[in-house]
């Protein structure tokens, strides 16, 4: 899965893969650019690292929906019992 995402913020931002890779601690350019071509996943600490560099949200980085979604059973049965679920 290729991180489209995080390669379009980074260029949008002027910032290039050499760049990242040396503020992330990378000895070589390749270890970023192979989160970005989703060769390696990164850590969660890593991807915090990024958006943090970025100054972007780490989900909208790298997830292309929310994380916890609420089923809509869920909310039907918390309705119905008089609970919210927000």
């Known amino acids: 899965m290729k991180l489209e995402k995080l390669r379009e913020e980074?260029?949008?931002?002027?910032?290039t893969q050499t760049y990242m890779a040396?503020?992330?601690?990378?000895?070589?350019?390749s270890g970023y650019a192979n989160i970005e071509m989703g060769r390696t996943k990164p850590s969660l600490e890593m991807?915090?690292?990024?958006?943090d560099?970025?100054?972007?949200?780490?989900q909208e980085l790298f997830?292309?929906?929310k994380l916890h979604?609420?089923?809509?059973?869920l909310e039907r049965s918390c309705l119905e019992k008089?609970?919210?679920t927000e």
Do not use: E
């Open 63 to 65: 997830f292309a929906q």
């Open 22 to 29: 040396k503020k992330l601690g990378y000895k070589y350019t």
């Open 10 to 15: 980074r260029i949008l931002q002027g910032k």
């Open 53 to 58: 560099l970025l100054n972007i949200g780490v």
């Open 47 to 51: 991807a915090k690292h990024i958006a």
């Open 69 to 73: 979604k609420k089923s809509n059973f």
């Open 82 to 84: 008089g609970r919210r």
